[in-house]
């Protein structure tokens, strides 16, 4: 039985510890590369698994998540074969999609979200679609048992966090100004923020962008109900094409571990 | 005829096209926009300095005059508005003026911008230069090499070029690459946009600062001949000297003509004709008609030219096709170099690869222009030097 979204951040709350929400991009490495890799990442201790369908024009990420898009496009990746192959998927943690609002659009904003419930899909993350533009989405994601997850950055205004007050799901809370991909240096700022989104929502907040070791995971998890991270992971599956799954399951775990020793 | 609804909307919307697809972070900061935008564009002092500008540094009006010799062999009458005429070398500096004066007065000392064929580049790294402004330009690593001259223009006046060597590495990349660099540096800088495209305020506020061309036209073909032409044709990438010279004739009897880029042949897959695709969809920042696959991938143009190389359109534009309001054909590269050549020849005048294909369709349609004893208006949006090795290129085979 799959945990809901809403489940998974209580069993990690009930653990005293930040949810862990790895990223990686489907059809790459390839797309046979898929159920291995979910997989890994749940034996490595992921509470909520975020996948990501390629765009051609991925503007919020950095150089390897779009190298990674580019990449499983070049190999003829497409959105009907990443639908089934989630369909196919026996994971018991919640899947969320990843993806730009163009694939969305031109596939049909019902269609959609419907293929993505019948997926087993729970929530989705696009990242060029904000939430005022999002209105018309909300009834289908809503009667589909679909969260249209919102995002919050460092310069959103009251004003939005008072739009977002009865959102399902989470707050992706964008910890940066910039795009996807590994920072040395975590924002410091995120904290407060973290704290300003609080006073106006009430479900899980997850902080993403620029998380790249557990230190910095630690860190974030100790304001924040989950942590993100995607570009630092989808950098290990780069490199290690000839264990693609085994080295993301370490990678996971050494995350996981260091929520658990806040 | 009936008078034209003011659009865009409060959300940016022109019709069901336009809107405000970007991420959150800039969700801020294209409030904060609008709002300098809306109060400078009721300032008379702003509107005075960039009037000013244009009239003492860029030199408008520019010439409206019949061309008698391409008129002649046509057997029809044809104009053109010789955008070409202004500093730099195309219409794009009205609007550079005009956002670079904007960005100064919210205070933005940073400058952006994403170039194609280099000219919004050259105009952008123009008015910063002229206020002390620093620039950086995006341009694709394709373009770098085939406007060679552009880049080198573009660093002579200070600014800094970024080569995007990611995706098809045209405009379309330079394009991501500006909003990524915006998004990371949002709090200092100002993003440049160079058509009528991007999320709302931008279509419209470019619109705004081209419709210079349409208003001068009016008045100036009035003045020339005492009524109006009965077509304008312009050519289409983004779309901003088009929406700049149509834009003042809308409520008008005039037949609108947009003429795209259709490459090798709209049916070849090597194209920018875009409207006459017509399928919608949704890219750097607002819902318009652009070239993409079944799933939504972007799928690559292509043109000779390399301002018309770009896969979306103006969501005005979406909107005035989706009307019927203007009409939009399209020209082959082959057809545009036939036009580049006529023109220098019958004219003296090299225009632009984009304008080439303007008045190629002019020369296409002469047959069905001469029934109708047209008055024909071209919008002559830049000048052809930059191109001159691109054709020679071209025409050895290479």
Same mark, same amino acid.
């Given at each position: 039985m799959t945990m809901t979204i809403s489940e998974a951040f209580a069993r990690a709350r009930q653990e005293n510890r930040a949810a862990l929400i790895p990223y990686i991009t489907a059809g790459?490495?390839?797309?046979?590369h898929l159920e291995s890799l979910v997989k890994a990442l749940e034996a490595g201790g992921a509470d909520l698994i975020e996948i990501g369908v390629p765009?051609?024009?991925? +503007?919020?990420? %950095?150089?390897i998540l779009q190298q990674a898009a580019t990449e499983a496009l070049a190999r003829g990746v497409k959105v009907q074969q990443i639908f089934d192959r989630v369909k196919d998927l026996a994971v018991s943690v919640p899947l969320i999609f990843l993806t730009y609002v163009n694939p969305i659009y031109r596939r049909g904003i019902d269609r959609f979200i419907t293929d993505s419930r019948r997926s087993g899909v729970q929530g989705l993350i696009v990242p060029d679609w904000p939430w005022n533009e999002m209105r018309e989405a909300q009834e289908t994601a809503q009667s589909q048992g679909v969260a249209m997850i919102p995002l919050v950055a460092p310069t959103s205004t009251d004003a939005h966090l008072k739009d977002i007050r009865n959102a399902a799901g989470f707050v992706y809370t964008?910890?940066?100004?910039?795009?996807?991909g590994a920072r040395?240096? +975590?924002?410091? %700022?995120v904290g407060p923020l973290v704290e300003r989104i609080r006073q106006h929502v009430h479900i899980p907040i997850a902080v993403g962008f620029g998380i790249s070791t557990p230190e910095q995971a630690r860190e974030t998890g100790r304001v924040a109900d989950g942590v993100i991270v995607g570009s630092a992971l989808v950098r290990v599956i780069r490199d290690n094409r000839d264990d693609p799954s085994g080295s993301a399951e370490s990678f996971v775990r050494a995350f996981r571990d260091a929520l658990e020793t806040k | 005829m009936a008078m034209m609804k003011s659009v865009p909307d409060a959300r940016g919307r022109f019709g069901p096209f336009g809107g405000q697809y970007v991420p959150e972070t800039l969700m801020p900061v294209l409030d904060s926009l609008t709002a300098a935008y809306r109060e400078a564009k009721v300032d008379r002092t702003f509107h005075q300095e960039w009037m000013g500008l244009l009239k003492e540094y860029v030199g408008r009006p520019t010439a409206l005059r019949q061309a008698f010799r391409l008129s002649e062999q046509l057997g029809f009458a044809v104009y053109l508005?010789?955008?070409?005429?202004n500093h730099t070398g195309a219409h794009k500096i009205n609007n550079t003026m005009g956002q670079v004066l904007l960005a100064k007065r919210m205070g933005k000392h940073r400058i952006i911008a994403e170039t194609g064929a280099g000219q919004h580049g050259v105009a952008t790294a123009t008015a910063a230069a002229l206020f002390g402004l620093h620039a950086e330009i995006y341009m694709g690593e394709e373009d770098v090499k085939r406007q060679a001259l552009n880049v080198y223009r573009m660093k002579l006046m200070g600014a800094e070029v970024h080569t995007v060597h990611s995706g098809t590495r045209t405009l379309k990349d330079a394009t991501n690459e500006a909003i990524r660099d915006w998004v990371t540096n949002v709090r200092d800088t100002f993003y440049v946009i160079?058509?009528?495209?991007?999320?709302?305020?931008y279509p419209m506020m470019v619109r705004d600062f081209q419709s210079i061309i349409g208003k001068e036209a009016r008045r100036q073909f009035r003045q020339l001949t005492d009524g109006l032409p009965s077509h304008i044709v312009a050519p289409v990438g983004g779309g901003s000297n088009a929406m700049g010279i149509f834009y003042a004739f809308r409520n008008d009897p005039v037949s609108l003509v947009g003429i795209e880029a259709a490459g090798d042949g709209v049916d070849t897959g090597r194209h920018a004709a875009t409207i006459t695709k017509a399928e919608r969809g949704i890219l750097h920042g607002s819902l318009s008609y652009l070239l993409q696959d079944e799933d939504g991938q972007i799928q690559p143009a292509h043109s000779i030219s390399a301002g018309l190389d770009y896969p979306g359109v103006g969501p005005e534009h979406a909107y005035f096709h989706d009307l019927g309001r203007a009409r939009y054909e399209s020209i082959t590269d082959r057809q545009a170099l036939l036009a580049f050549h006529q023109l220098a020849e019958w004219e003296g005048i090299i225009p632009a690869l984009e304008s080439a294909h303007a008045v190629a369709w002019v020369i296409q349609e002469r047959e069905a222009l001469q029934r109708l004893d047209a008055k024909v208006l071209i919008n002559l949006s830049g000048r052809g030097d930059k191109d001159v090795d691109a054709v020679a290129a071209y025409e050895e085979g290479i």
């Amino acid at each position: 039985m799959t945990m809901t979204i809403s489940e998974a951040f209580a069993r990690a709350r009930q653990e005293n510890r930040a949810a862990l929400i790895p990223y990686i991009t489907a059809g790459y490495p390839s797309l046979e590369h898929l159920e291995s890799l979910v997989k890994a990442l749940e034996a490595g201790g992921a509470d909520l698994i975020e996948i990501g369908v390629p765009f051609s024009d991925p +503007l919020a990420d %950095g150089p390897i998540l779009q190298q990674a898009a580019t990449e499983a496009l070049a190999r003829g990746v497409k959105v009907q074969q990443i639908f089934d192959r989630v369909k196919d998927l026996a994971v018991s943690v919640p899947l969320i999609f990843l993806t730009y609002v163009n694939p969305i659009y031109r596939r049909g904003i019902d269609r959609f979200i419907t293929d993505s419930r019948r997926s087993g899909v729970q929530g989705l993350i696009v990242p060029d679609w904000p939430w005022n533009e999002m209105r018309e989405a909300q009834e289908t994601a809503q009667s589909q048992g679909v969260a249209m997850i919102p995002l919050v950055a460092p310069t959103s205004t009251d004003a939005h966090l008072k739009d977002i007050r009865n959102a399902a799901g989470f707050v992706y809370t964008v910890s940066v100004t910039g795009v996807t991909g590994a920072r040395s240096q +975590l924002n410091h %700022g995120v904290g407060p923020l973290v704290e300003r989104i609080r006073q106006h929502v009430h479900i899980p907040i997850a902080v993403g962008f620029g998380i790249s070791t557990p230190e910095q995971a630690r860190e974030t998890g100790r304001v924040a109900d989950g942590v993100i991270v995607g570009s630092a992971l989808v950098r290990v599956i780069r490199d290690n094409r000839d264990d693609p799954s085994g080295s993301a399951e370490s990678f996971v775990r050494a995350f996981r571990d260091a929520l658990e020793t806040k | 005829m009936a008078m034209m609804k003011s659009v865009p909307d409060a959300r940016g919307r022109f019709g069901p096209f336009g809107g405000q697809y970007v991420p959150e972070t800039l969700m801020p900061v294209l409030d904060s926009l609008t709002a300098a935008y809306r109060e400078a564009k009721v300032d008379r002092t702003f509107h005075q300095e960039w009037m000013g500008l244009l009239k003492e540094y860029v030199g408008r009006p520019t010439a409206l005059r019949q061309a008698f010799r391409l008129s002649e062999q046509l057997g029809f009458a044809v104009y053109l508005k010789r955008e070409d005429l202004n500093h730099t070398g195309a219409h794009k500096i009205n609007n550079t003026m005009g956002q670079v004066l904007l960005a100064k007065r919210m205070g933005k000392h940073r400058i952006i911008a994403e170039t194609g064929a280099g000219q919004h580049g050259v105009a952008t790294a123009t008015a910063a230069a002229l206020f002390g402004l620093h620039a950086e330009i995006y341009m694709g690593e394709e373009d770098v090499k085939r406007q060679a001259l552009n880049v080198y223009r573009m660093k002579l006046m200070g600014a800094e070029v970024h080569t995007v060597h990611s995706g098809t590495r045209t405009l379309k990349d330079a394009t991501n690459e500006a909003i990524r660099d915006w998004v990371t540096n949002v709090r200092d800088t100002f993003y440049v946009i160079g058509s009528v495209v991007g999320p709302h305020p931008y279509p419209m506020m470019v619109r705004d600062f081209q419709s210079i061309i349409g208003k001068e036209a009016r008045r100036q073909f009035r003045q020339l001949t005492d009524g109006l032409p009965s077509h304008i044709v312009a050519p289409v990438g983004g779309g901003s000297n088009a929406m700049g010279i149509f834009y003042a004739f809308r409520n008008d009897p005039v037949s609108l003509v947009g003429i795209e880029a259709a490459g090798d042949g709209v049916d070849t897959g090597r194209h920018a004709a875009t409207i006459t695709k017509a399928e919608r969809g949704i890219l750097h920042g607002s819902l318009s008609y652009l070239l993409q696959d079944e799933d939504g991938q972007i799928q690559p143009a292509h043109s000779i030219s390399a301002g018309l190389d770009y896969p979306g359109v103006g969501p005005e534009h979406a909107y005035f096709h989706d009307l019927g309001r203007a009409r939009y054909e399209s020209i082959t590269d082959r057809q545009a170099l036939l036009a580049f050549h006529q023109l220098a020849e019958w004219e003296g005048i090299i225009p632009a690869l984009e304008s080439a294909h303007a008045v190629a369709w002019v020369i296409q349609e002469r047959e069905a222009l001469q029934r109708l004893d047209a008055k024909v208006l071209i919008n002559l949006s830049g000048r052809g030097d930059k191109d001159v090795d691109a054709v020679a290129a071209y025409e050895e085979g290479i």
